[in-house]
């Protein structure tokens, strides 16, 4: 739960960084919503995962002429295959999922992750559930009531892509953590990005849709806004990593929940929607419970191993 050794404690900048990370997401959701109205989504995906290949590359690969370490290499090959895919499906269920719901409920919906990782410990791992964590958990789910409102026909079906998101993010959370901390991060970031843009590459090949010309067609405005978007999720990651070599996890990941109030505002920037007083209520309610549930994982977990920003941020994007 502390900043990694050798690293200098500077938690306000750490917070910083995790605030910038936090506005680079919801930046990025945007830009997906937006581009999925003029763009089929899997070429937005493929966009998003292929930049951040591209950028941690020539990083990596600067680093190496400096006379740095060969962050190329991993040391667990299948982790990073495994973690590459979880976060890829993540990501589709999240882009697909966007185009139906506002970014602010999507994004809050979608943050159930850490409440979510607790059920799936219980069921599959037989983790015991302590009080305080089955009060998260059901509060966390109360939360998501309220946003959505059962009955009242604001969302209806469109609900489960977020609740999709937080699932497939919380079996990847569950999935890998026993193995963080076991490779070097700017190595994982970059590897996600390759996996990605491979899987996506090939399933393009293989599909009907002639991407070359849909591109070739896209006006400036759309491909600036397709290389913001894959700009933002490398960045957003980025500045986790370099803010877990500043402060302890325990202070930054309580701030990692400003998504939601940057998603409201780029969600109401680029289509004049704001949440009603309840979806603001529901949001609050699943910040509360789902920053508890990352507290208690830390707390719980850091006498036993080292425990990685991807274990606890709630967000995938």
């Not at 009955?151 to 469109?158: A, D, M, N, T, Y």
């Given at each position: 739960?502390?900043?990694?050794?050798?690293?200098?404690?500077?938690?306000?900048?750490?917070?910083?960084?995790?605030?910038?990370?936090?506005?680079?997401?919801?930046?990025?959701?945007?830009?997906?919503?937006l581009?999925?109205?003029?763009?089929?989504?899997?070429?937005?995906?493929?966009?998003?995962?292929?930049i951040?290949?591209?950028?941690?590359?020539?990083?990596?690969?600067?680093?190496?002429?400096?006379?740095?370490?060969?962050?190329?290499?991993?040391?667990?090959?299948r982790?990073?295959?495994?973690?590459?895919?979880?976060?890829?499906?993540?990501?589709?269920?999240?882009?697909?999922?966007?185009?139906h719901?506002?970014?602010?409920?999507?994004?809050?919906?979608?943050?159930?992750?850490?409440?979510?990782?607790?059920?799936?410990?219980?069921?599959?791992?037989?983790?015991?559930?302590?009080?305080?964590?089955?009060?998260?958990?059901?509060?966390?789910?109360?939360?998501?009531?309220?946003?959505?409102?059962?009955?009242?026909?604001?969302?209806?079906?469109?609900?489960?892509?977020?609740?999709?998101?937080?699932?497939?993010?919380?079996?990847?959370?569950?999935?890998?953590?026993?193995?963080?901390?076991?490779?070097?991060?700017?190595?994982?970031?970059?590897?996600t990005?390759?996996?990605?843009?491979?899987?996506?590459?090939?399933?393009?090949?293989?599909?009907?849709?002639?991407?070359?010309?849909?591109?070739?067609?896209?006006?400036?405005?759309?491909?600036?806004?397709?290389?913001?978007?894959?700009?933002?999720?490398?960045?957003?990651?980025?500045?986790?990593?370099?803010?877990?070599?500043?402060?302890?996890?325990?202070?930054?990941?309580?701030?990692?929940y400003?998504?939601?109030?940057?998603?409201?505002?780029?969600?109401?920037?680029?289509?004049?929607?704001?949440?009603?007083?309840?979806?603001?209520?529901?949001?609050?309610?699943?910040?509360v419970?789902?920053?508890?549930?990352?507290?208690?994982?830390?707390?719980?977990?850091?006498?036993?191993?080292?425990?990685?920003?991807?274990?606890?941020?709630?967000?995938?994007?």
């Amino acid at each position: 739960m502390s900043a990694p050794a050798g690293g200098a404690a500077r938690p306000a900048l750490g917070v910083g960084l995790v605030l910038a990370m936090a506005l680079c997401f919801a930046s990025l959701d945007t830009s997906a919503k937006l581009l999925g109205q003029t763009l089929p989504v899997l070429l937005v995906l493929w966009a998003r995962y292929a930049i951040q290949a591209a950028i941690m590359g020539v990083w990596l690969a600067a680093r190496r002429l400096r006379g740095g370490a060969n962050l190329f290499a991993s040391a667990h090959p299948r982790f990073q295959l495994l973690r590459g895919v979880l976060l890829l499906i993540t990501s589709a269920l999240l882009y697909y999922g966007i185009q139906h719901m506002p970014v602010a409920e999507f994004t809050a919906l979608g943050m159930l992750s850490p409440v979510l990782v607790t059920v799936m410990a219980a069921l599959f791992l037989s983790e015991p559930v302590s009080a305080a964590r089955g009060l998260l958990v059901v509060g966390g789910f109360v939360g998501a009531l309220i946003v959505v409102r059962p009955g009242s026909g604001l969302f209806g079906w469109v609900a489960l892509w977020p609740l999709g998101v937080a699932a497939t993010y919380a079996g990847f959370q569950l999935l890998t953590r026993r193995l963080a901390g076991h490779e070097h991060p700017l190595t994982t970031h970059f590897y996600t990005g390759l996996v990605g843009t491979a899987i996506v590459t090939a399933i393009l090949w293989v599909s009907p849709l002639q991407a070359a010309p849909v591109l070739a067609a896209a006006p400036p405005a759309t491909w600036a806004l397709l290389v913001a978007a894959g700009v933002f999720g490398t960045a957003g990651h980025l500045c986790l990593i370099l803010a877990v070599g500043l402060a302890p996890l325990a202070v930054l990941m309580p701030f990692t929940y400003a998504q939601l109030a940057f998603a409201a505002f780029t969600g109401w920037l680029a289509f004049g929607h704001l949440p009603d007083g309840w979806a603001v209520l529901g949001m609050v309610v699943i910040a509360v419970c789902g920053a508890g549930s990352v507290w208690l994982n830390l707390r719980d977990g850091a006498a036993a191993r080292r425990i990685d920003a991807s274990d606890a941020a709630p967000t995938a994007d």
